[in-house]
């Protein structure tokens, strides 16, 4: 028996230096080369020559854990290209996390302008042109899962010159008929708090502040003229201009059905609508394409011709119409506030719902409201219930829109600069 706790101790002890022997091993051959992903990008810009780093590696899955560390130096890489817009673009490494990443951006006489997350780079604008240094210290947490994965940080510094110039992009440079096209304006230096303002022919630009400039929203309604149109935008001392062709949309045509209204009922309708066709907030509240308001088929879509009982043409459809079951629940398209929940002698009950940037639904013909001015509804709410017809129409500014093309996640309302 003596002979066996013996053996069992002898082999305990060699397998143990094995292990040992392994680790050490292990240990002691990782290197600066199994370190994880060190090149990261600003303004489309490769840094991969970090001054120093502190990273802790896991061997074996984290049983036992290695530091390698290098103390930053003074080294600074220069980037080769200008950077032309107002800010940077910061593209980590795949296992960086923005959470985990810091950057300090200084004047190159040291007086510092920016020092915070990765997350709050996104939303800085460079105040003029010049040159600027800065400090990234950019890695990742130790996650506590296993097996384990190194965790740590590289910083890089850099000097780059900003040379900026203000420029306008079009979501499309064509358009038709009922669709919408986005203005952005980039390459904005120093806060601007004053909104971009555009000029053309084809109806008023809502402007809301998105990263790196302003967006703006125009809409091109069934009516608008085709051909080329000039947009000239104005922000600060600059003025830019683009080029914006319309084609012409097919529609089909619809026979009026009932009687004429009443003055009175198209006095009360210019009164209680036309004035939010220039209020609203310039927020962007939606997100996403729209959702129909109602389940049923379109009896009558946008832009159709209208013909009266005498066979004269009546104009066109600046909304679509839905035949659904009366009772059907109807919904909020997108997020938004409500302007207006009242019953119209022209419309019955009505309601408006703003959606930001000039973007508005105005509902027709429900059957009742279950929500009140002032209200923020959600995309897909309840608003109320349907008759056995109701009308959707959407409009930027005082210019409608198709409302169908905006269950789509095509078209200016999702561009995304």
């Keep these: 028996m003596k002979r066996f706790f013996l053996w069992l101790l002898m082999v305990a002890l060699f397998t143990g230096a094995i292990v040992g022997g392994s680790l050490a091993f292990l240990y002691y051959h990782i290197t600066e080369d199994d370190l994880p992903e060190k090149a990261i990008t600003l303004a489309g810009q490769t840094l991969d020559e970090p001054v120093g780093y502190h990273w802790t590696v896991p061997i074996l899955g984290g049983m036992v854990w290695r530091e390698l560390d290098l103390s930053p130096g003074s080294a600074i890489q ?48 460079f105040p003029q042109d010049g040159v600027y240094l800065l400090t990234i210290r950019a890695g990742c947490e130790d996650t506590g899962q296993r097996p384990g994965k190194a965790y740590g940080w590289y910083q890089y510094q850099c000097r780059f010159t900003v040379s900026a110039a203000a420029s306008v992009t079009l979501s499309s440079e064509s358009v038709r008929q009922g669709d919408t096209a986005a203005i952005y304006v980039s390459g904005l230096l120093g806060q601007q708090s004053d909104p971009p303002v555009a000029d053309t022919d084809l109806g008023q630009v809502w402007f809301a502040p998105v990263s790196g400039g302003w967006i703006g929203y125009l809409g091109i309604p069934y009516n608008a003229p085709g051909g080329d149109h000039t947009i000239t935008v104005e922000v600060g001392s600059e003025t830019l201009t683009a080029t914006l062709t319309v084609g012409a949309s097919q529609y089909t045509t619809t026979t009026l059905s009932g009687g004429d209204a009443t003055a009175e009922a198209n006095a009360q309708f210019r009164d209680k609508i036309y004035g939010f066709y220039t209020q609203g907030t310039n927020e962007k509240l939606w997100t996403g394409r729209f959702s129909p308001p109602v389940q049923g088929n379109i009896f009558q879509p946008y832009g159709a011709y209208l013909i009266a009982d005498d ?29 207006l929940a009242e019953n119209l002698l022209l419309t019955g009950n009505t309601l408006v719902i703003d959606h930001g940037c000039g973007v508005k639904s105005y509902l027709y013909h429900l059957q009742d409201l279950n929500v009140a001015v002032g209200s923020i509804v959600t995309q897909d709410q309840v608003l109320g219930h349907a008759q056995n017809t109701l009308i959707w129409e959407v409009r930027v500014g005082n210019k409608s829109v198709d409302p169908a093309k905006l269950t789509q996640t095509t078209g200016g309302l999702f561009f995304q600069p």
């Design 78 to 125: 220069t980037l080769e290209a200008p950077i032309t817009t107002g800010s940077a673009e910061l593209v980590l490494a795949e296992g960086m996390t923005e959470s985990s990443t810091t950057l300090l951006l200084q004047t190159k006489e040291g007086e510092t302008l920016f020092e915070g997350s990765a997350a709050q780079w996104k939303d800085y604008t």
């Design 311 to 339: 066979g004269s043409r009546a104009g066109q459809a600046a909304n679509l119409t839905y035949v659904t079951t009366p009772g059907s629940e109807v919904i909020a398209p997108a997020t938004g506030k409500v302007l």
